[in-house]
């Protein structure tokens, strides 16, 4: 198979890493979908990410796959590799990280890429898979939706899949009483319910709150006027779908975990300690996301409401 020129073929990507890293992959898929029908294979809690976006949907899970011409370990994990086992393809492409572990792999594999390479952000690390095909390579991500009426409305992403991550609750709850003070409709999103318990007694139950599906969360994103959220799954997401989003980056930076759209901007100061290492306490007691001031963010939303000062 000449995989430089490929066209109308049945092509899966493997993808169980977090949304961010999904999201970001559409860097593969979207190129790939031009001339071949892609199908995404991700985890079952995120079904509904991808739909309406022209791409098929398979849980990880399934307990079948049909035949595809080509597919494509996007993770390269313990569990893809297992996954990648039990599909049937003419031809499976994997990643790697070192020799070792493209020694190790190369019978699961037709063709292995290099995984870490010494790119800045991580849309950039899918970048070797697009050269394999010869593709046009953007790291500006956009996934197509349905169009939905826009709300007068702030979604704020309260939670984040390392807690170090999370918008301080103050200034949530100091963004939630301007847009009271400014009647705007303030929506939390998030699987976090107690934090959202918590906001909601300290703002006398201003925002929306509520749970539901991946699928829902994309809409009510589509829905919004601006997005504010942490180095999260849900920036990514509404930021691929072109939405106004602003990203407040602690821990991490913008530069290597930050994403690449026309309407986001990233907010984050500028500490020696980051980006740090996640996985243990901060002996600065979370600076960098608890010192973000509420003025550096009362500007995007004057902005986005169009709210002027009074003199």
């Not at 066209?7 to 970001?24: K, T, Y």
């Not at 995404?40 to 049909?66: C, H, M, R, T, V």
């Not at 934090?195 to 909601?200: C, G, P, Q, S, V």
Request: aromatic share 8%; proline share 4%.
């Amino acid at each position: 198979m000449n995989l430089r020129k490929i066209e109308g073929l049945n092509i899966a990507l493997v993808n169980l890493s977090g949304i961010g890293d999904v999201i970001s992959s559409l860097s593969v898929g979207s190129p790939l979908s031009e001339k071949n029908k892609v199908t995404y294979i991700i985890p079952k809690a995120y079904q509904g990410l991808l739909s309406d976006s022209g791409f098929e949907e398979k849980a990880s899970d399934s307990p079948n796959f049909n035949r595809f011409d080509i597919v494509i370990d996007l993770t390269s994990n313990k569990e893809s590799r297992k996954l990648i086992k039990s599909i049937s393809a003419k031809y499976k492409i994997g990643r790697y990280k070192n020799k070792i572990q493209k020694l190790k792999y190369s019978f699961l594999y037709n063709k292995m890429v290099e995984k870490f390479p010494s790119y800045d952000n991580i849309i950039m690390d899918y970048k070797p898979i697009v050269d394999l095909f010869n593709l046009h390579f953007s790291n500006i991500i956009e996934l197509q939706s349905l169009e939905e009426e826009i709300k007068k409305e702030i979604i704020i992403h309260i939670g984040a899949d390392k807690e170090i991550r999370r918008i301080p609750t103050n200034l949530i709850v100091e963004i939630c009483d301007y847009s009271k003070q400014n009647n705007i409709t303030v929506r939390l999103v998030g699987t976090e319910e107690i934090l959202a318990n918590e906001i909601l007694s300290r703002t006398k139950k201003y925002p929306v709150y509520e749970k539901g599906s991946l699928k829902d969360v994309k809409s009510w994103l589509n829905e919004s006027s601006l997005i504010i959220a942490p180095d999260s799954g849900i920036f990514h997401l509404g930021s691929a779908l072109g939405k106004k989003a602003i990203g407040l980056y602690g821990p991490n930076t913008s530069l290597r975990a930050g994403v690449k759209s026309v309407n986001s901007q990233h907010l984050e100061l500028d500490y020696d300690c980051r980006p740090c290492n996640q996985n243990i306490t901060c002996p600065y007691n979370n600076k960098c996301m608890n010192d973000i001031p509420f003025n550096e963010l009362k500007h995007s939303i004057d902005e986005t409401f169009g709210i002027k000062e009074n003199i």
